[in-house]
């Protein structure tokens, strides 16, 4: 076995394994990067995504990224370890070990303070493999699912349009206060969300709306759309899933819910930024809307399970599902402090 970049030629093979790994435990789900395989990593400025071979035949793959972050109140190099998968007849061999150990020292000497990665609640397997190459529970975040099932009221706050290139300062500014103290928080500046709806697939400045009353803004809202750039196939649902499908339909809330062989159309939320909850509540109604009439079944963002975010989500069916943070520190003399913490809805 080797271990190599990957390159545009092992798209379809990477497309062809990663179908054969569902993943999840809530809800266990088929998901494949579609038509580009790395579409999914070039959200961030630096990726890179690793492919394990035996001969010509591709057996697993990994990616990761890095990032500027705050670290302890330090402006610092920080990598993100992700969308690992091993072909089922290549495991416990050693093949997601040593994809792990090649992105480690990858990041390492790009300068990476620290590794992270994130596990949804109750996989057990993942978070038991992660723990035992030295990484450590460092937080459980909350990643809240909205249902998209009617057109919600938009209180009249204000107009509500897309971004445009003379916002990008303000907005950048607002960004920054909102999230100001967290830990893993990049600053962010004009030029770096101009660069992120450049270079981020299926995004663009469409895809960034603020809240603007008497010419200020009040909020933003991003939204990735999922479903332009990987295709996810429902497999099984948990007991808990198949409660809240029970109490929906017979409720009449939602005529139907998800089951197995579904397609599942999602939207991911990101930047978030807000002066109050009230403002950045009309835009999540009004992403919901506009989700309705294209056929989005959920909203997602990720933040901290006692966010003030959450109250702009007041209103509606909401699923939350428990994130782990996970955290390996790669270089001496770093520590992670107590703060809250700020996780990228990219990161998902």
Request: glycine share 6%; proline share 4%; aromatic share 8%.
């Amino acid at each position: 076995m080797n271990i190599r970049e990957a390159v545009s030629e092992d798209n379809d093979q990477l497309q062809e394994l990663q179908a054969k790994c569902p993943q999840g435990t809530t809800l266990v789900a088929s998901t494949v990067n579609t038509p580009d395989f790395f579409a999914r990593a070039k959200a961030y400025e630096s990726h890179k995504v690793l492919v394990a071979c035996e001969g010509y035949r591709v057996i697993g793959s990994a990616a990761c990224a890095l990032r500027d972050a705050t670290v302890n109140g330090k402006i610092s190099r920080v990598g993100y370890v992700f969308q690992a998968f091993v072909s089922p007849d290549a495991r416990r061999k050693g093949v997601a070990g040593q994809l792990l150990q090649q992105r480690e020292d990858y990041l390492g000497q790009q300068g990476a303070v620290l590794a992270y990665t994130l596990i949804m609640e109750g996989n057990l397997p993942s978070m038991r493999y992660i723990e035992s190459r030295g990484f450590k529970l460092h937080r459980t975040l909350v990643m809240p699912a909205i249902v998209v099932h009617k057109e919600m009221n938009v209180p009249s706050m204000g107009r509500i349009r897309p971004v445009t290139s003379k916002d990008l300062a303000t907005v950048a500014e607002l960004l920054n206060e909102t999230w100001q103290g967290f830990e893993f928080y990049e600053p962010t500046s004009a030029e770096a969300l101009a660069q992120f709806i450049n270079r981020t697939p299926a995004y663009s400045s469409d895809s960034l709306l603020v809240l603007e009353d008497q010419r200020e803004i009040l909020a933003c809202l991003g939204f990735w759309d999922w479903s332009q750039i990987m295709r996810i196939t429902v497999k099984a649902l948990s007991l808990k899933m198949r409660m809240i499908g029970f109490l929906l339909t017979t409720t009449r809330i939602l005529p139907e819910f998800l089951k197995p062989g579904d397609i599942m159309k999602q939207i991911m939320l990101t930047p978030i930024g807000f002066k109050d909850p009230s403002h950045l509540a009309a835009l999540v109604r009004y992403v919901n809307n506009q989700a309705l009439l294209s056929g989005i079944q959920q909203i997602f963002c990720i933040c901290e399970r006692n966010h003030m975010l959450l109250r702009s989500m007041k209103g509606f069916i909401r699923v939350n599902t428990a994130i782990h943070l996970y955290v390996k520190l790669l270089q001496q003399n770093v520590s992670l402090s107590d703060k809250q913490v700020f996780i990228d809805g990219i990161d998902m």
